[in-house]
């Protein structure tokens, strides 16, 4: 039936190669119109199984809420540079518009803290027992009296008490709160020095006594890196990750903004990090990255094609061929899958290296029988019935193997191999549907020519056996045992070297290098100890999420848990507050905020400075102690370096200033306190309402913060304490540690981490499955068990021999790698079912000849393959590199071990026989 059907088709293209033509290229316009609607996703959640836990709770965060995905703008330089900068670029920010729409791209740009809410319920928010040693701070305003509450406060605090700042939220109110008297302490010397650039605004917000009151009592507000050299703008868009479209022009908008305004500040730098820019940079590459490699593919594949047929002219059919069928593969992705994702993003470069083998075959089987003088339809029909059968088993067997990834419960397994697998059957069909007609069409042109005697010699199909290829398949088949042994020996090992190989889980190696947005991550981490790679946990209400937070605090590998609680404290934590405040609201409300400073204000100031400076030794010796650097660092800025016989301390200079001349300091410090304590007292009184926080009183940036835009979910956000990335097991840990806390923990380090053990698990699963399929798959069309055995024994050896040669050459396997081996499975089959093929139609003796010709097409199979593979290593992405080299030592080890095996069991057979 098969044969009858090859034989009809054969005839037909002989006879009517123009019908067949017209066919093609009616369906061929139908599959591209599809193919244009393909859309791309390079989200890493989306290769998980859709219905898998994390991946549900990543897509309704990302869905809903306003705050999960933004676009971080990073500003670097000097402090006062990067805030004029922020305040130039924010309201520009806020005007960009989508052209097509006219609808805004930004809903708000956050770039400091929430200070009037802070203002207002400032105090609320400050833990019990905080309050409890630190509310004397809040009582006086007067300059004497401050510093003597600030010293009595931090003795309570923090001297002596190590778990003072035994968790990063410790740690950070320490660092805050030095930061403001460091601040108070450069105030203060700049009014004695009378270093001010106008003493008239003592009622203006930017007066620096008032700006010390805020930095002592809300802290810094910008959102500033501890160094004071980074800034960031946290850009809410209107639009999510989802769409695409808008995520390419909002980020180029932005962008655009950033860059005028960098005009203006040649000492700034600036550039976008966070979801949405890594989302657009990962797209933007990825399309120029398998732009560039596809061509590079096709290049390489049509040179080397042109070198072996030793013509152009059969290059060019196989690879218009070639296009034809990626055309309808990307038509019919559209109708399977509809999206392209990070991992089927590749498919071209793959169907490349994969589709050409079927081109190959084809044209060497027509140029092989018209080069001994057959007929166009004789040599078309026995193209079809010997190449022909071979295609479509090595075409079916490898769109099979291909096709058992669709067990996977990876979302990204699965639709590559379903991608993939139909894929290849359409550029199987395309090969026997059009180009037949191609080589038919041309060598009815040669023939009207070769009449007249105008063909050139170069322009005739020739013979392109191989009979180097041939002769060393009879060498080793008459040295079939030794063949044999040999294969068993370095078999067993590259086995043992492939049991050494170990596997990268570090997500940013496969990142594409150099990409701004993934560079600027690293700043992030470096300047504000924070990884951008954070877990994520949906909670269903506030007191869940607070009782989440709290629970994920206590944890060991948790550097920082951030939730509604921040802003919203419980009804019981508010009570518990509610006796302090009350005692510092009466206590500021009765105190004097004195205009003058006498000599006696002079001496208790001096005396309460010098206290001041042991106290932040006390702690500075603490943070060292404890491992605190930030601490640490922020103490040697006031009181120098611990370790330096003369340090630089910033207290010892105010005292020495003070000292010099107390007639003129006293009058700085007079000017010091008039503009300073009324604003302190005002202040307080103001954040010392008795006024409770409630829900519904929140303002919407901290609402779209932690809620989601209906208000019925909230969020926890958990930062690591540690680079996931650079310690496998810490991420396993980390991931561990929260899923203890909540099943419904998702963001990178949990979805990257499921990946991986689903990507090794389904892997393991589809490589069997597909071992398995394709053995019965061949029995059936061999009709003999044995034959189909042994046409698989090379590709079994090859997959050893490829992970033993990425153990000896130092690889490491990668997420991307590892999908490279059901691949392999589907691709290295291929060569062992044509040589079988080959030599159960030839028959004994013909070892030489199916080496030669067989050998010959299976050898540039394997080197296009390689090629198109080989071409991912000028990716910009390193995981399809990874995967690139990967597949090239593979397919090159499949086919080794294909011509030295079978040469040594067809040698066997024939000796047996």
Known sequence: MREKILKNLAKF???????????????????????????????????????????????????????????????????ELIKSFAEEAVPKIKLTVDPKDYKPFV???????????????????????????MKDVYKNPNLAPLLENINNSIEKEYVGREESLSTREKEDGAFVFLDGIQNLIDTIQRYVQEDLPEKSLAQDHNNPAQQAVDKILFGEPYILSYDKTTLILNVIPNFTMMDMEKLVDGVD??????????????????????????????MVYSEKSIGYTTVIALIAVFFLLVISFRMWIAPVLGLLNLVVGIIWAMGLAFILVGTLNIMTYMMAVILIGLGIDFSIHMISGFTEGRSLGKQIQEAMEETFLKSGKGILTGGLTTSIAFLTLS??????????????????????????????????????????????????????????????????????????????????????????????????QNYMNLEPKGLPSVTLQDIVLEKFDLSMDYAMIL?????????????????????????????????????????????????????????????????????????????????QDLAYLGGQDKVDSKCAEIVGEADDPEPKSLIKDLIKILEKDRKMTLAGLEEFQRDF?????????????EETVKFENLPASILDRYTNKERTKFLVTIFPG?????????????????????????????????????????????????????????????????????????????????????????????????MGLPMIVGIGVDDGVHIVHRWRIEGKGKITQIFASTGKAILLTSATTMLAFGSLVFSVWPGFASLGVAMFIGVGACFLSTVIILSGILGLLERQK
């Open 13 to 79: 293209h002989a006879n009517h190669p123009w019908r067949m033509l017209v066919i093609v290229v009616v369906l061929t316009i139908i599959f591209l119109g599809l193919a244009s609607r393909l859309k791309v996703t390079m989200r890493w959640s989306d290769l998980l199984p859709s219905k898998d836990r994390r991946t549900i709770s990543f897509n309704k965060i990302i869905n809903e809420f306003v705050s999960a995905t933004s676009i971080v703008v990073v500003v670097q330089g000097k402090e």
């Open 539 to 619: 909670t269903d209400n506030a007191a869940e999420s607070r009782a989440t937070a709290e629970k994920a605090k206590d944890i060991g590998s948790v550097a920082l848990a951030e939730d509604i609680s921040l802003y919203l404290p419980s009804k019981t934590q508010q009570e518990s507050r509610i006796p302090f405040i009350n005692e510092i609201r009466k206590a500021i409300g009765v105190s004097e905020a004195r205009s003058a400073f006498s000599r006696e204000d002079y001496e208790r100031s001096l005396q309460e400075l010098g206290r001041l400076e042991m106290n932040i030794i006390e702690i």
């Open 722 to 818: 540690d680079n996931i990335w650079q310690d496998a097991e810490f991420l396993k840990r980390f991931v561990e540690d929260l899923e203890r806390v909540s099943e419904n923990t998702t963001g990178m380090p949990p979805v990257f981490r499921a990946l991986i053990e689903i990507v090794a698990r389904d892997g393991r699963n589809a490589i069997l499955l597909a071992l398995v399929v394709v053995f019965f798959v061949l029995w059936l069309d061999y009709k003999n068990p044995g034959h189909a055995l042994m046409a698989m024994i090379p590709l079994t050896i090859g997959v050893f021999w490829m992970v033993g040669m990425m153990g000896l050459a130092g690889m490491k396997l990668t997420v991307m790698s590892v």
């Open 253 to 282: 908008a932005v962008q655009e903004v950033v860059d005028s305004v960098l005009e203006d500040y040649p000492d700034v730098t600036a550039g976008l990090t966070g979801f949405i820019p890594v989302a657009h940079d990962e």
């Open 107 to 133: 809903r708000r740009v956050d770039y400091k803290q929430e200070i009037d809410f802070i203002k207002s319920h400032g105090l609320m928010l400050i833990r019990a027992d905080d309050l409890k040693n």
């Open 407 to 504: 067990i996977s419960s990876s979302r990204g397994m699965k639709e590559l191999g379903v991608i993939a697998g139909g894929g290849l059957v359409a550029i199987l069909i395309v090969t026997f549907l059009f180009l037949p007609s191609l080589l038919v069409l041309r060598e009815h042109r040669f023939e009207k020519k070769r009449k007249k005697g105008k063909l050139r010699k170069e322009f005739t199909l020739r013979d392109i056996s191989f009979k180097s290829l041939g002769n060393i398949g009879k060498f080793l088949s008459l040295r079939y045992l030794a063949t044999i042994i040999a294969s068993i020996l370095v078999t067993a090992f590259l086995i043992l070297s492939a049991t050494k190989i170990s596997f990268d």
């Open 677 to 689: 304590a009324p604003y302190f007292k005002k202040s307080v009184i103001q954040m010392s309402l």
